[in-house]
C-alpha cells in the first residue's frame, strides 16, 4: 500500500499558547492506565491520504469523527470534502503533482478555528481553541488526550515506520533508520499494553512511547467548548484565561 507524508517542518515558536500555562496538574485527577473512545468509530477512512500528502486533513477529519461520535453524531467525510480543505488553506491542486507540499500544523490550526473543515454533508466544524504541548512533555500529551478526547502529532517520521506499517506492526525505534519526511497522526488514547493509540492511513496504528519522544516534533490540543461535560471545562484546566489570551493575539 502506497502511504503519503504531508506535514511540512515545525517551525519554533509558530504556536503562541502553551497547553502548560492553562493545566493545574494538582487540581487534576490521576490518569487511568487505558483511556480513550477510539472504538466508537468502527472504521477510519484512508481519505486520499495514500495519493496525497493530506495527512493533516485526514487526521483533522479523523478527530472529528471521534469528537462527533462522543456526542452521538455520526459525521463523514470523504475524500473529495477533505481535498477540497487542502486546497482552500494550501494552494494544493490535484491536477498539479508540485502543489502537493503538504501542510503547516499552526496554519492548519487556525484555518480549523476560524473557518472549520467541512464534512461530506457540507456542514463545517471549528475548534475552538488550539494550544502547543512541548514535544518532550508526555505528561502534558496524555493530559490534553484525556481531557479533549484528541491530539494531534507532528512526527519527522523514519522509513522504518513506513515498513512497520506496511507488516502491521507497532511504530517503535530502528535505529539507524533515515528520516523519510513529515507526518501527522491524531492521538485518540491509550492502550492496555501502554502504547499511544494514533490514527494513520486509514487503520489505528499503535506507538510506543519512546517512539514518540523520539520522532514527535510538535504537538497540539484541540479545545472544544462543546465537549466540556455541562459546558464546563475539566477541574484543573482553564478555559476562561485561555479565551481571554486567545483575544489578546
Not at 42 to 57: E, H, I, K, Q, T
Request: proline share 6%; net charge negative; charged share 20%.
Amino acid at each position: 500500500m502506497p502511504y503519503k507524508l504531508g506535514k511540512r517542518p515545525a517551525r519554533p515558536d509558530a504556536f503562541k499558547l502553551k497547553l502548560g500555562n492553562y493545566l493545574r496538574i494538582a487540581a487534576l485527577p490521576p490518569l487511568p492506565q487505558v483511556f480513550g473512545h477510539q472504538g466508537l468509530v468502527a472504521s477510519w477512512p484512508m481519505l486520499a491520504n495514500d495519493r496525497y500528502g493530506d495527512c493533516v486533513w485526514a487526521g483533522a477529519a479523523h478527530e472529528t469523527m471521534l469528537l462527533e461520535k462522543e456526542g452521538g453524531n455520526n459525521v463523514i467525510f470523504d475524500d473529495d470534502n477533505v481535498l477540497s480543505d487542502y486546497a482552500a488553506a494550501t494552494g494544493f491542486r490535484p491536477a498539479d503533482p508540485a502543489s502537493d507540499n503538504g501542510t503547516d500544523m499552526q496554519a492548519a490550526a487556525a484555518y480549523r478555528q476560524k473557518t472549520g473543515i467541512v464534512d461530506a454533508a457540507g456542514q463545517r466544524h471549528k475548534i475552538a481553541a488550539y494550544v502547543m504541548i512541548d514535544p518532550g512533555n508526555v505528561e502534558h500529551l496524555y493530559y490534553a488526550s484525556y481531557l479533549f478526547g484528541v491530539v494531534g502529532i507532528g512526527l519527522t517520521l523514519p522509513t522504518s515506520a513506513l515498513d512497520q506499517a506496511a507488516r502491521g506492526e507497532i511504530w517503535d525505534i530502528v535505529d539507524g533508520s533515515a528520516i523519510d519526511g513529515g507526518h501527522y497522526v491524531p492521538l485518540v488514547g491509550r492502550g492496555a499494553d501502554g502504547h499511544l493509540a494514533t490514527v494513520s492511513w486509514g487503520v489505528l496504528q499503535p506507538m510506543t512511547e519512546r517512539f514518540f519522544v523520539k520522532y514527535c516534533d510538535e504537538a497540539v490540543a484541540y479545545v472544544s467548548i462543546e465537549c466540556f461535560i455541562n459546558q464546563k471545562s475539566p477541574d484543573g484546566f482553564d478555559y476562561d484565561a485561555l479565551v481571554g489570551d486567545l483575544a489578546a493575539l
